[in-house]
């Protein structure tokens, strides 16, 4: 079954490449991927699967029935939309939407996640069990996961699986993290209000541009100091509005930033963390505040039995040297967490860097992949699955 697994996929290459490529020259971003699943509908129905659109919106649901008697649900999730930024790569098959890009790779998720339906499809009676494929919408904007599961995206299922581009990882490998992958990312608006004033005469007002500073001062010296170091916090003030004029002291500031965490705990503390320190600041110097701290995705927590299921499916089928542990997590976010609060899951990172040429970031113009690297995540995922009921 391995190699008939690996011989499938290697058989789909021009086909998942040709899939790849119209995507890649039609992006649409989130919240709008009516075409993307439009055609995303089509493939999985001509594979004989049982098709539902407008889950989560405008994401798609494709369930594959296995023959087996194991009557645990596997789902894989891959996600569909791209990102306003306007391409300047010298592909033939660049983007035909002005200002949208798939500068994240997830025009080869959705490629990976339809050659691993294709490929499972074509099993028949060996597959041991029942495969729900969910392809979802706004993961750039973190609100597509919750979508698909307040539609019932999640029901009944038992693990879950899902991928993620990585250039720095070359073409042919992949990377797997056991425990924490990406970081929670909320959001956070502070506003201080303090008095207005003649420039020339602080002492008769309450300068909230003065105050913000020590308000942003504090919180960084505060991280260095109160917090683990050994569970990183970023706390980043991204945008600063307020003052009406050169002269003139300004009564109130608003602020708005990101916080990353790793740590489930450390996350669930920060916003009594943060307003401590806010409430104190502005009282040491005659100023209110309003806090406003809203909760965004959590921390990807890839489960252990799961993350050793993929390794060992990775090894069987590719080769030991095609697996590379990822030592540390990333700070980024990743809306895959919202599916691991209702069953057990794990992402793993399919390098599609390239071996002799500058392989450019997530979200940058120039990002390209090495299109290899989309049947190497089609038999890992593949080869994953089918080895989730044997285990």
Sequence with gaps: MKDRIKDLALALAPRLIEIRRHLHSHPELSGQEYQTAAYVTGVLSSCGLRVKEAIGKV????????????????????????????????????????????????????TVGLGTAMVLSQLGEALPGTVRFLFQPAEEIAQGAEWMVQDGAMTNVNAILGVHVFPSIPAGKIGIRYGALTAAADDLEITITGESGHGARPHEAVDAIWISAQVITALQQAISRTQNPLRPVVLTIGKISGGRAPN???????????????????????????????????????????????????????????????????????????????????????????????APGSMFRLGVGFHEKRNYPLHHPQFEVDESAIVTGVIAMAWAAYNYWRH
């Design 59 to 110: 994401g798609v649901l494709g369930e594959l029935d296995g023959r087996g008697q194991d009557p645990r649900l596997l789902a894989i999730r891959t996600d569909m939309d791209a990102l306003p930024i306007q391409e300047r790569t010298q592909l033939e098959f660049v983007s035909r939407q002005p200002g949208v890009m798939h500068a994240c790779g997830h025009d080869v998720h959705t």
């Design 248 to 342: 003139v002291i300004a009564d109130r500031v608003t602020m708005q930033g990101t916080v990353r965490s790793l740590h489930p705990e450390t996350s669930e503390a920060l916003p009594d963390w943060i307003e401590n320190i806010l409430s104190h600041v502005c009282q040491t110097y005659s100023a209110t505040y309003q806090l406003n701290y809203r909760r965004g995705t959590p921390s990807v927590q890839n489960d252990l039995k799961l993350t050793g299921l993929i390794e060992a499916s990775v090894k069987e089928v590719l080769g030991a040297e095609s697996i590379q542990i990822i030592q540390e997590p990333s700070l980024g976010a990743e809306d895959f967490s919202c599916y691991l609060k209702h």
